[in-house]
C-alpha cells in the first residue's frame, strides 16, 4: 500500500463570508481508496466536498501525492485528479447525453482514449447507452445520477468526490448506483470519498470513516471499528 496519501488534508477550516462552517479538519484518502464522511443535516458535508473540489476558499492544506493544491481552482484540482459529483446532479439538462459525456472529458485531449471511455461507461451504464441521444433533462431522477457519475468519471479522475448520489432515489436504483461505484472503484482503481446520508450502503463499500458533527471530525477510523463501537453506532446507524 503506498506511504503518500492521495488526498491529504490538514487543519482545513472553510464557511461563508463571516460564518465559519468547517473547523481544523483532517483527513486522508489512499489510492484506491474508499472513505465516507457522515454526519447530520447542516453539519458541513457539502462544504467539505466544496472546498475539496475548488470552489471555496479554505485555511489550512489539501494536498495531492505530497504536493500542496490548496485553494487551486476547480480546474486545477481536475487537472490532479479530482473529480466532483456535486449534490443535485449538475447534468448539463438541455444537452444529450453523449454531449454531456463529453463534456466531463473537455480536459483531456486524447480522441482515442475518450472515445474508448465512451464506450466503457455505456456498458457499466447500459441504461445510458440506449439513450444515450436522449436530452439529459428528460432522464429520470436514477438516470440522471447515473450520468452524473459517468460524466464526472470521464475525466479519468484519481479520485471521485460524490456529494449524496443517493438523494431522492428508491431504494433499488440507489442499490444499483452503489454497485456501479464498487465496480468502478474495483476495476478502475478510483479512489472515492463519500459524503452520504446513506449510511448503511455506504459503509458497505467504505473501509475509513469520518463523523462530521458540526463542522468538525468528531471520530474517524476503519468502517470495522465504526461498526463494532455501539454508541457511534446506535448514533448514526439507529441499532
Ligand atoms: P445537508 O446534509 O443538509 O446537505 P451538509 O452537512 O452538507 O448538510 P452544508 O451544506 O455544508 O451541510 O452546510 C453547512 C452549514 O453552512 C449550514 O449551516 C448551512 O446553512 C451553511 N451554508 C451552506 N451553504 C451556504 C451559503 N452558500 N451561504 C451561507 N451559508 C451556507
Known amino acids: 500500500m503506498s506511504a503518500t496519501p492521495l488526498l491529504e488534508v490538514k487543519g482545513l477550516s472553510a464557511g461563508y463570508g463571516a460564518a465559519a462552517v468547517l473547523r481544523d479538519i483532517d483527513l486522508a484518502v489512499r489510492p484506491g481508496q474508499v472513505a465516507v ?12 466536498m466544496r472546498a475539496l473540489a475548488g470552489t471555496l476558499p479554505h485555511t489550512g ?9 490548496s485553494n487551486s481552482r476547480p480546474d486545477i484540482m481536475l487537472r490532479h ?9 449538475g447534468t448539463l439538462t438541455t444537452m444529450s447525453v453523449r454531449d454531456n459525456l463529453r463534456v ?6 486524447d480522441r482515442a482514449g475518450i472515445a474508448a471511455d465512451l464506450e466503457r ?6 441504461r445510458l447507452a440506449e439513450r444515450s441521444e436522449q436530452i439529459a433533462g428528460t432522464l429520470s431522477g436514477g438516470e440522471q445520477q447515473m450520468l452524473a457519475v459517468a ?30 461505484l ?8 478510483t479512489a472515492l470519498l463519500l459524503v452520504e446520508q446513506n449510511a448503511e450502503l455506504a459503509l458497505d463499500i467504505s473501509s475509513q470513516v469520518y463523523l462530521l458533527e458540526v463542522g468538525s471530525v468528531a ?16 448514533a448514526y446507524l439507529g441499532y
Do not use: H, Y
Open 81 to 89: 485528479g479530482v473529480s466532483l459529483i456535486p449534490q443535485g446532479r
Open 37 to 48: 464522511v457522515l454526519g447530520a443535516n447542516g453539519a458541513g458535508k457539502t462544504t467539505l
Open 61 to 69: 492544506t489539501i494536498s495531492i501525492d505530497g504536493v500542496d493544491v
Open 104 to 109: 466531463g472529458a473537455v480536459s483531456r485531449k
Open 121 to 126: 461507461w455505456f456498458e457499466i451504464f447500459p
Open 151 to 180: 460524466r464526472a468519471l470521464m475525466s479519468r479522475p484519481r479520485l471521485l468526490l460524490c456529494d449524496e448520489v443517493s438523494l431522492g432515489l428508491a431504494p433499488l436504483i440507489v442499490q444499483g448506483l452503489f454497485d456501479r
Open 219 to 234: 471520530a474517524s477510523g476503519t468502517t470495522e471499528s465504526f461498526r463494532e463501537n455501539n454508541s457511534i453506532r446506535q
Open 182 to 189: 464498487r465496480q468502478v472503484n474495483e476495476e478502475s482503481g
